[in-house]
C-alpha cells in the first residue's frame, strides 16, 4: 500500500471514523495516484462528511494528515492500529463482494475504465485482492460472488418510471458462488400486501432479501423503495438512539441540510442590506449541487461494485460518466455557472418541500417506535456505542420502521426482541403500515400469523404462493398431500385392476380366436391412458387443451408432494441419578450489579423431569436467575444448592457467540472436551443434524441455525441431567424449531427454558391438546414463572393469560 493510503487509514482509526468497507476500497484506489494532502482533501472529504457531522473534526483531520513523513508510527499509533476497524458491509447476508474485470465476449469493445484513473486503481486492486486470495477446498470461505437477474423486456425500462409500486419480475435468478439458490422464479409482491417467507435454513431467503434491498436484482423497479434491515446496521457511534433514527430517512437529512444552508446566506445577506447578484448565495447553490452529484456518485459506485460480467461493464460506464459529471460541476465557477434561475430554482424546490415537513411529527413518531421497542425516555438519549448488539439491533429495527418505504424487508425481527417488544411490533405492523409491501422472514409462527397476509414458500430454488398465513398455509398443504394421497391410492387401485383385465382379455382372445376382445383391450388401453388428475390444481375440470406439449398420457400423473426433510435432532438420554427430591435449588438467592439489585430472595426447585419456564421482560432478570442456576454467577446472599450427582447443560444467548470462529465443530468439541474421540464427535452432531463434511468446515461459514446445532451438541454432549435454555430459537427455521420441540418433549431430564417464542413454550410448558384423548384430568406438563422486580412469582393462570396482560400494558405505549 502506498502511503497516502497508509497515512489515511492511520488518521481514520485515530479519529474513530467508519466508513463502508465499499467506500474504503474506493477512496484507497483514488489515493494510490495522489501525494499532497490539497488533492486528497478535494478528492474524499465529502466521503468523511457523510460519516462526521463536526466540519471541525473534518479540517483537523486533513491539517494534521502527514504525506511525507515515513518515520515509523508511534507507540500510541501501533496501539490503534492493532484496535479492531468497524467497518460495516452494505449487506452482511452477501458478504463482500469483488468487482470483477469488465469483458465482451466477441468483439472488441474500448475499456469504459480507461478515461477514469480513480476507478481503473479500484478494479487494478480488486485484481491483486483476487489473485493473492489464497485457495481453499471450502466453496463457502471464498468470497461471495453473486449473480442476480430477471427476465427484461425492451419496454422494460419504460416501467421504471410507473406509478405503481407493484414488483413482478419473471424468471428470476440467484447464484452465489455458481450455486443456483433461484432458477426462473416469479417473484410477484402487490402492494399493501404483508408476506411471510418460509423455507429451510440455508435455501436462500436472506440472499434474496439482501439482493432487493441493495439493487443488485437486475430488473427491479427504480421508482420503488426498497428497504432491508441489514442496510441500516451500519450505526453511527457518535449519535445517540433518537438522533441515529431520525438520520435514517437520508433524503430528509439532506433537505434539512440545504433549508438550512440556505436560510442562513438569505438572513446574512438581508442583515447586511444586499441587493442584486449574490456571490455567498451562488457560492452555496454551487455546493449543494456538488452534494447531490456526490449522492449519485456513491449510488453508482456501490452498484458498479456489486454487479458484474456485461452488467457490471454498463455500471461502471455510468460510474465513469457520473464521475466526469462530478469532476466537471466542481470545476465550475459559481459566479458564471450559476445563474438566477438556477438560484431561483434551487430554493423554489427547497423550501417548498421543507414547507411540508413536520420536525415535531418526526420526532414524536421516532420517540413512539423506541418506546415501542423497549427504550425509555433516558435511554434514547445515550449514545449508540453504548448498547450491545441485540439493542443496536433494536435502533437498527427502529431506522427501518421510521424510513416507511415502499418495500420493507425484514429478516428475523423478532430476534433480541422480549415478549412485549414483540407483541408492540405485531401491532404496528398490522396496524400503521398501510399500503406498505412488507416482506417477513420469521422461525416466530405465531408472529407470522398475526401479521401476514399471503405466505412465500421459498423451496426447491422456486417461490410459490398460498393466499394466507402459515397456519392456514400448513394445514392447506397438508390437507392436499391426504387428498392427493387418496386420489392416487385409487388411481394406482383402477391401473391394477385395468392391467389385470387387459392382460385377461388378452390372453382370451389368444385362445378363443375372438377378435372382438381386441377391440375391448384397445378401449380399456384409452381408458388406462386417461386415468390421472380429474381436476386442475385450482379445482377446474382437467381438459386436454390445457396439458400443451408431447407427453406419453393423456393425463398428468396424481403426485404427492413429500413434506420438507429436517434433520432430526436427538438429545442423549441422562443417566437416572434415582432420587425424586430437588435436584437443583435455588434458597432465598439475591443477586446485584453494582447498586441494582436483580435478583431478591428468590427460591426455585428444580426437581427430575420438572418444565418451567421464566417469563417476563428483557433486562428483569432471567438470564441473570439462569446464570445462577448454572453455577456462572455466585449469589450476593442465599444459597444455589446441586445434588453431587447432577449434570448441567446450559445454553446461553452467548453460547454461540464463544465459539471459535477458525475452528470446526470437531476441532472445537475436542478442544473442549479432551478425552472425545473424533468418531465420538462425529456421533454427537450427527444427533443435531452436522453430519458429514458440515462437521469438518470452519463454524466461520455455517449459518446461524447450524451454529446452534454445533452449541447444541456440545451443551448435550456429557448428557447432562438437567437443561437450561435460554433463546435457544434463535437463528431456526421453523422445521428445525418443531424437530427440537419434539426431541425435549421426549428429554427425561429438567428443564428450565426462557424464550419469547410462544409457540415454543407452549408446546413444552402446557403441551398441544389431543382431541383424541379421553382423559381430560391430565393438565399442563410444566410451570411459568413471572419475573418481576426482583422476585419470582408462580404464574398459574396460563400462557395465554401472560400474553394477553402483556398486550394490554403495550397497547398504552
Known amino acids: 500500500m502506498v502511503q497516502a493510503q497508509q497515512a489515511f487509514e492511520l488518521q481514520l482509526q485515530k479519529y474513530n471514523i467508519s466508513l463502508e468497507q465499499d467506500t474504503l476500497d474506493y477512496v484507497n484506489g483514488i489515493l494510490a495516484d495522489l501525494d499532497d494532502v490539497e488533492s486528497v482533501r478535494e478528492a474524499t472529504e465529502h466521503f468523511l462528511q457523510e460519516a462526521v457531522e463536526d466540519q471541525s473534526v473534518i479540517d483537523h483531520f486533513y491539517t494534521s494528515l502527514n504525506l511525507q513523513s515515513e518515520a515509523p508510527a508511534s507507540k500510541k499509533d501501533q496501539e490503534t492500529l492493532q484496535q479492531p476497524v468497524r467497518i460495516e458491509e452494505a449487506s452482511k447476508a452477501m458478504g463482500s463482494l469483488s468487482l470483477d474485470t469488465p469483458s465482451k465476449p466477441s468483439t472488441k469493445v474500448p475499456d469504459p475504465i480507461s478515461t477514469s484513473s480513480t476507478t481503473k486503481q479500484r478494479l487494478k486492486k480488486s485484481r491483486r485482492n483476487k489473485e493473492s486470495t489464497p485457495d481453499t477446498s471450502d466453496q463457502e470461505s471464498k468470497e461471495a460472488q453473486i449473480v442476480a437477474f430477471s427476465q427484461q423486456s425492451r419496454f422494460h425500462r419504460e416501467t421504471f418510471d410507473a406509478n405503481s409500486t407493484d414488483i413482478d419480475l419473471k424468471d428470476v435468478n440467484v447464484i452465489v458462488n455458481d450455486k443456483e439458490l433461484l432458477v426462473d422464479a416469479h417473484l410477484r409482491l402487490k402492494p399493501g400486501v404483508r408476506y411471510g417467507m418460509v423455507g429451510q435454513n440455508g435455501v436462500g431467503k436472506s440472499v434474496l432479501m439482501s439482493v432487493m434491498g441493495n439493487g443488485t ?38 433537505l434539512i441540510r440545504e433549508a ?21 448565495l451562488n457560492k452555496i447553490v454551487h455546493q449543494l449541487l456538488i452534494d447531490r452529484q456526490k449522492d449519485v456518485l456513491d449510488n453508482a459506485i456501490k452498484i458498479a461494485t456489486k454487479r458484474s460480467g456485461a452488467r457490471g461493464w454498463d455500471a461502471r460506464l455510468e460510474l465513469n460518466k457520473v464521475e466526469q459529471e462530478l469532476k466537471d460541476l466542481k470545476a465550475q465557477d459559481p459566479n458564471t455557472y450559476i445563474t438566477p434561475t438556477m438560484v431561483n430554482d434551487m430554493m423554489a424546490e427547497v423550501f417548498e418541500k421543507f414547507g411540508v415537513m413536520d420536525l415535531d411529527a418526526d420526532e414524536s413518531r421516532a420517540r413512539k417506535i423506541l418506546y415501542g421497542l423497549g427504550f425509555t425516555d433516558e435511554e434514547i438519549s445515550h449514545p449508540v456505542q453504548n448498547y450491545s448488539g441485540g439493542w ?46 412488507i416482506v417477513i422472514v420469521s422461525h416466530d409462527r405465531n408472529f407470522l400469523d398475526e401479521v401476514t397476509d399471503e405466505t412465500i ?14 397456519a392456514d398455509w400448513e394445514q392447506n398443504t397438508e390437507e392436499q398431500r391426504r387428498r392427493k394421497q387418496r386420489m392416487k391410492e385409487l388411481v394406482d387401485k383402477r391401473r391394477k385392476q385395468m392391467m389385470a383385465s387387459i392382460q385377461k382379455n388378452a390372453q382370451q382372445a389368444k385362445a378363443t380366436g375372438d377378435d372382438k376382445r381386441h377391440g375391448l383391450i384397445a ?19 382437467f381438459k386436454v387443451s390445457y396439458y400443451a406439449g408431447y407427453h406419453h398420457s393423456a393425463r398428468v400423473e396424481v403426485t404427492v408432494e413429500q413434506a420438507v426433510k429436517v434433520a432430526d435432532i436427538k438429545i442423549p438420554e441422562p443417566e437416572p441419578l434415582r432420587y425424586h427430591g430437588s435436584i437443583l435449588q435455588l434458597a432465598g438467592v439475591s443477586y446485584s450489579y453494582g447498586k441494582n439489585h436483580v435478583i431478591k430472595d428468590v427460591s426455585l426447585d428444580v426437581t427430575p423431569g420438572s418444565r418451567i419456564a421464566l417469563l417476563g421482560p428483557n433486562g428483569c432478570g432471567k438470564s441473570t436467575l439462569m446464570n445462577l442456576l448454572a453455577g ?29 470462529l477458525d475452528l470446526t465443530p470437531i476441532q472445537q468439541m475436542m478442544k473442549l472436551f479432551p478425552g472425545a474421540t473424533e468418531q465420538e464427535c462425529h456421533a454427537q452432531y450427527g444427533g443435531v443434524g452436522v ?16 451454529r446452534n446445532r454445533v452449541a447444541l451438541a456440545m451443551v448435550t454432549y456429557m448428557q447432562p441431567q438437567v437443561l437450561l435454555l435460554d433463546e435457544i430459537t434463535n437463528h431456526l427455521d421453523m422445521g428445525t424449531v418443531e424437530a427440537l420441540v419434539e426431541s425435549l418433549s421426549e428429554y427425561s431430564g429438567a428443564l428450565v427454558l426462557v424464550s419469547h417464542d410462544v409457540w415454543f413454550l407452549r408446546q413444552l410448558i402446557e403441551g398441544e391438546p389431543d382431541s383424541d384423548d379421553e382423559d381430560e384430568e391430565e393438565g399442563p406438563s410444566g410451570s411459568f414463572y413471572l419475573v418481576q422486580k426482583g422476585k419470582l412469582k408462580l404464574w398459574e393462570k396460563g400462557l395465554d393469560a401472560y400474553v394477553e396482560k402483556v398486550q394490554r400494558s403495550v397497547a398504552t405505549k
Open 217 to 254: 436484482l437486475v430488473g427491479l423497479p427504480q421508482n420503488v423503495r426498497i428497504l432491508h434491515i441489514s442496510q441500516l446496521e451500519d450505526l453511527s457511534a457518535g449519535r445517540n438512539v433518537l438522533d441515529e433514527v431520525l438520520h435514517a430517512d437520508t433524503t430528509r437529512v439532506r
Open 260 to 280: 438550512k444552508a440556505l436560510q442562513g446566506i438569505m438572513s446574512s445577506s438581508t442583515a447586511a442590506g444586499s441587493t442584486g447578484a449574490n456571490p455567498e
Open 392 to 437: 443496536r439491533m433494536r435502533v437498527a429495527l427502529a431506522k427501518a420502521l421510521f424510513m416507511e418505504p415502499n418495500v420493507l424487508l425484514l429478516d428475523e425481527p423478532t430476534n433480541h426482541l422480549d415478549l412485549p417488544a414483540i407483541l408492540w411490533l405485531q401491532n404496528h405492523i398490522q396496524n400503521d403500515t398501510e399500503g406498505q409491501t
Open 457 to 470: 414458500i421459498f423451496r426447491n430454488k422456486k417461490l410459490s404462493y398460498h393466499p394466507g398465513n402459515y
Open 523 to 541: 378401449s380399456r388401453k384409452k381408458k388406462l391412458d386417461r386415468l390421472g388428475m380429474e381436476k386442475t390444481e385450482d379445482g377446474k375440470r
Open 632 to 660: 456462572e454467577l455466585t449469589p450476593a446472599s442465599g444459597e444455589v444448592k446441586k445434588y453431587h450427582r447432577l449434570r448441567i447443560g446450559y445454553f446461553s444467548q452467548h453460547t454461540v457467540d464463544q465459539l471459535e
Open 691 to 706: 453430519a458429514g463434511d458440515v462437521a469438518k468446515r470452519p463454524i466461520r461459514v455455517l449459518s446461524g441455525g447450524q
